[in-house]
């Protein structure tokens, strides 16, 4: 109904130049037929007849509110996605930060690892080296003692070689038989 009034009104607004020409009009007569003025009112008036026993008014406006359903369907559905993509923004930006703080947490456990294993290499390489050490040392020792014991092993072969010599120089046969006795006595006794 409202479109059917600025309709007409806008026909009226377009017939404005044929109801201007009013001093041709006054001097011959309005409905005078060499008078332009009349048979384009009438024409007009007949196609506004026309027009609205057509019903084109309402046609046209039945298609803009047909058309402008149609636009607040499309704002409603656009306003729907654009809730949804918001809502999915959202949720990928929680998503984001909470992998973002995983990664940092990840990040942290494998610098607090790494700095326990470097210490622990550091603890294992200390034990390794005093393991080293004391063997090298152990080593050391076993080598002195066996150092001295040979020293000692020589001196006394080269004691008893010399004791020999000058035992056998010295002493006679039924001496030498005495002592090899009780030598023999003595280690028997040592022994048990």
């Not at 026993?53 to 509110?65: E, R, S, T």
């Not at 654009?82 to 494998?110: D, G, N, P, Y």
């Not at 690892?113 to 050391?140: F, P």
Request: net charge neutral; proline share 2%; charged share 30%.
């Amino acid at each position: 109904m409202r479109y059917q009034a600025l309709f007409t009104a806008a026909l009226l607004a377009l017939a404005a130049p044929a109801l201007a020409a009013e001093d041709y009009a006054a001097k011959k007569g309005f409905f005078d037929l060499n008078n332009t003025n009349f048979p384009v009112v009438i024409a007009f008036t007949l196609v506004v007849v026309l027009l609205f026993y057509l019903a084109v008014p309402k046609k046209i406006g039945k298609m803009l509110d047909g058309r402008a359903e149609g636009i607040r369907t499309e704002i409603d559905e656009a306003r729907a996605l654009q809730e949804e993509a918001k809502t999915i923004l959202a949720s990928f930006e929680r998503k984001r930060k909470e992998v973002a703080e995983h990664s940092k947490a990840i990040v942290a456990q494998a610098k607090a690892e790494a700095e326990t294993a470097a210490e622990q290499a550091k603890l294992d390489l200390k034990e390794t080296i005093a393991r080293r050490l004391a063997a090298a040392q152990d080593q050391i020792q076993s080598a002195q003692d066996a150092a001295v014991r040979e020293v000692k092993d020589k001196a006394v072969a080269v004691a008893i070689a010399a004791a020999s010599d000058v035992i056998a120089k010295n002493m006679a046969a039924k001496d030498a038989n005495a002592l090899i006795d009780a030598a023999i006595k003595d280690v028997g006794a040592k022994l048990h």
